[in-house]
């Protein structure tokens, strides 16, 4: 199967930064996207950012111009810089990828075990 591991969680004041990174691994043929969703308590899981393809990226609004989503260069990994952050973020991170499965046909689902970052006020 592919497998994708998340790091980079943990407690940060308001303000501070974290940096989250997911790595996928297994039988992969291609990535069609990857990016990172959240839950917190009592709220639907929500995209927080995605990069798609060659370099198009998405974010949620609540979000935009205090995260950023990158891609490592020749390595299955994308990186989530949070900047700015706030009590409201405190969430489950869970990293996603749309993957092509070595000797299958078409892009599948994948999901991370999630990682927790806690904001305190």
């Known amino acids: 199967q592919v497998q994708l591991v998340e790091s980079g969680g943990g407690l940060v004041q308001a303000g501070g930064s974290l940096r989250l990174s997911c790595a996928a691994s297994?039988?992969?043929?291609?990535?069609?996207?990857m990016g990172w969703f959240r839950q917190a308590p009592g709220k639907q899981r929500e995209l927080v950012a995605r990069?798609?393809?060659?370099?198009?990226?998405n974010y949620a609004d609540s979000v935009k111009g205090r995260f950023t989503i990158s891609r490592e260069n020749a390595k299955n990994t994308v990186i989530l810089q949070m900047n700015s952050l706030k009590p409201e973020d405190t969430a489950v991170y869970y990293c996603?990828?749309?993957?092509?499965?070595?000797?299958?046909?078409?892009?599948?689902?994948?999901w991370g075990q999630g990682t927790q970052v806690n904001v305190s006020s």
């Open positions: 996603h990828a749309l993957v092509r499965v070595t000797s299958m046909f078409g892009f599948r689902d994948y």
């Open positions: 297994g039988s992969i043929s291609s990535i069609g996207a």
């Open positions: 990069i798609i393809g060659d370099g198009n990226t």
